[in-house]
Nanobody, 127 residues
Framework: EVQLVESGGDLVQTGGSLRLSCAAS????????IGWYRQAPGKEREGVSC????????YYADSVKDRFTVSSDNAKSTLYLQMNSLKFEDTAVYYC????????????????????WGQGTQVTVSS
């Protein structure tokens, strides 16, 4: 069974840091683009960052560029998101997803042909 399990969400003060993890199982990790997406209350889900399959190119949304860093450990089938200089507007449920493709369009991240979403992890940034 294909599974993605996020962890690492927490309550943090503005300017603080968090590291999210996404543990994958049931599929060959490197065969898919794996990305981070988030959804704040009352807003649509938006793409944050992703790593493409194979070559492993990384993409970032304009809203998080230079603050967030995405990385992966293929041996552990785990995706990470290091979030620094957190802002109140980063508050959201963060999801990871495996997709056939991911790309950056108009300053945001798009995952195409998503095959699985994780259950999400809550990140709350207090002002």
């Amino acid at each position: 069974e294909v599974q993605l399990v996020e962890s690492g969400g927490d309550l943090v003060q503005t300017g603080g840091s968090l590291r999210l993890s996404c543990a994958a199982s049931g599929f060959t990790f490197d065969d898919y683009a794996i990305g981070w997406y988030r959804q704040a209350p009352g807003k649509e889900r938006e793409g944050v960052s992703c790593i493409s399959s194979g070559a492993g190119s990384t993409y970032y949304a304009d809203s998080v560029k230079d603050r967030f860093t995405v990385s992966s450990d293929n041996a552990k089938s785990t995706l990470y998101l290091q979030m620094n200089s957190l802002k109140f507007e980063d508050t959201a449920v963060y999801y990871c997803a495996a997709s056939v493709l991911c790309t950056r369009v108009a300053g945001t991240i798009i995952g195409e042909y998503v095959v699985r979403w994780g259950q999400g992890t809550q990140v709350t940034v207090s002002s």
